[in-house]
Nanobody, 114 residues
């Protein structure tokens, strides 16, 4: 079954950290570019960043540069989003995406609040 399953979201205080995971199945993960997106309430879905098959990180949103890092583990068919120095404005549902297949996960909620 071709799917993406995100995990790792939750409630965190401002300044805290979270690591999101996205497990892929049903396709050859190592040969695919992967994206992380997010969607805050009342806002359009926003590209957070991209990781290529050569582990090159691209397209970080200006608002997350220097705080968020995308990585991948091809042996585990998993892409990660490490989020540090979290702010209230990072509150959103976070989605991973395999653009070749227009494949999306179900999303994981991240809430940054004291």
């Amino acid at each position: 079954q071709v799917q993406l399953v995100e995990s790792g979201g939750g409630l965190v205080q401002p300044g805290g950290s979270l690591r999101l995971s996205c497990a892929a199945s049903g396709f050859t993960f190592s040969t695919n570019v992967m994206n992380w997106y997010r969607q805050a309430p009342g806002k359009e879905r926003e590209l957070v960043g991209t990781i290529t098959t050569a582990n090159i990180r691209l397209n970080y949103a200006k608002s997350v540069k220097g705080r968020f890092t995308i990585s991948r583990d091809n042996a585990k068919n998993t892409v990660y989003l490490q989020m540090n120095s979290l702010k209230a404005e990072d509150t959103a549902v976070y989605y991973c995406n395999a653009p070749r297949f227009n494949l999306w996960g179900q999303g994981t909620q991240v809430t940054v609040s004291s």
